[in-house]
């Protein structure tokens, strides 16, 4: 009987299915046959332009989840994962710049990539992964981490703060949805039951679409040194911010520590930078193209390969509790000695 293939326990027994699975289809198509997502109407609307609604639609509903006492839980870690991601990636940069010279390349990557690449996370994949990795105030914590969304930090740690602007408006456009969903959310208990189940429901929806977003020739077209930028923005600002997170959230504020390395991605419109860095100062310009390139790369690797990591350590974290890897258990006070 066709009603009993279990297509959804398969793919929650991939780490990160529920995120990984839809995301890379997206990719595949966008790939391979680009044209049949763009023939018109729903169709379109759904699997290729549909990500900012449905990642709309999870942080409202995941607002709804946040009480009044949770909301502070929220700032706090935001501001946590935030900085660990912004100083961690901006570290790499300016010290090859540093040792090698602002313009050096070491293993075919300039500071103006690495900076570029490892100094902002993509929101979406980081909300959804909070979803099933964090709690609600885990997904909160977006407002404040949609900071690092834009070059601004780049500019300001390269020393040309000043000469671009912080997009305020962008800002507040994250923020809105959560704080509409948490005041209804307070208001009601009813609507916050309600719309619970609109956390996890969402998740594929906007997956592929991300993905449709990608193209794997991005990775070709970059080559080793792209393939290394996007492992060292995972490494490097993802497992750093597990471990940033895992000492400076307490265990009582926390579901896990897994969903600290949610933020080790590359933005897509990360690949913009290089270009924002070349129309300020005039002697990147040599260097924005193939910069360029290899963040595209580190955008595909990372939007792949960071839900595996995160599903890593959470199933690591659940093996040091005696819990079984795919149990649906909570993790509630993980010791710090994981």
């Not at 293939?5 to 046959?33: E, S």
């Not at 090698?100 to 980081?126: D, E, K, R, V």
């Not at 390269?158 to 208001?187: K, S, T």
């Not at 929806?205 to 020739?217: D, M, S």
Request: net charge positive.
């Amino acid at each position: 009987m066709l009603g009993n293939v279990p297509i959804l326990k398969t793919i929650n027994k991939i780490p990160g299915g529920l995120m990984v699975v839809f995301l890379v289809l997206g990719c595949l198509v966008n790939t391979f046959a680009p044209d049949s997502l763009m023939i018109g109407s729903f169709t379109t609307e759904l699997f290729k332009k549909g990500a900012l609604p449905l990642i709309g639609v999870l942080l409202f509903c995941s607002g709804a989840q946040i009480t009044v006492k949770t909301a502070g839980v929220a700032l706090w870690k935001g501001v946590v994962l935030n900085t660990s991601k912004v100083l961690l990636g901006v570290a790499v940069a300016l010290i090859v710049g540093k040792v090698l010279g602002q313009h050096a390349t070491w293993l075919g990557i300039t500071p103006l990539a690495f900076i570029s690449a490892m100094s902002n996370s993509n929101g979406g994949l980081y909300a959804a992964l909070a979803s099933r990795y964090g709690d609600d105030s885990d997904v909160g914590a977006l407002a404040i981490i949609s900071s690092n969304d834009g070059p601004f930090f780049e500019m300001a740690f390269m020393g040309v703060a000043g000469l671009a602007n912080i997009p305020w408006i962008a800002l507040v456009a994250v923020v809105i949805p959560i704080i509409v969903g948490m005041i209804l959310g307070n208001l009601d208990d009813d609507i916050r039951k309600f719309l619970a189940p609109g956390v996890m429901i969402s998740i594929p929806f906007f997956a592929f679409p991300l993905g449709a977003g990608l193209n794997l020739k991005q990775i070709v077209d970059a080559g080793g040194p792209g393939i290394i930028l996007g492992l060292f923005t995972l490494v490097v600002t993802g497992v750093g911010s597990y471990f940033v997170y895992r000492v400076l959230v307490p265990k009582s504020l926390r579901k896990g520590c897994a969903v600290g390395a949610a933020v080790g991605t590359t933005a897509g419109n990360a690949a913009m930078t290089p270009t924002a860095f070349a129309q300020i100062d005039p002697s990147f310009a040599p260097y924005a193209a193939a910069a360029t390139v290899q963040v595209g790369a580190s955008i595909v690797i990372t939007a792949i390969l960071c839900p595996l990591l995160v599903d890593f350590l959470a199933r690591r974290e659940r093996k040091a509790l005696g819990l079984a890897a795919d149990s649906p258990a909570p993790l509630k006070d993980i010791g710090s000695d994981l």
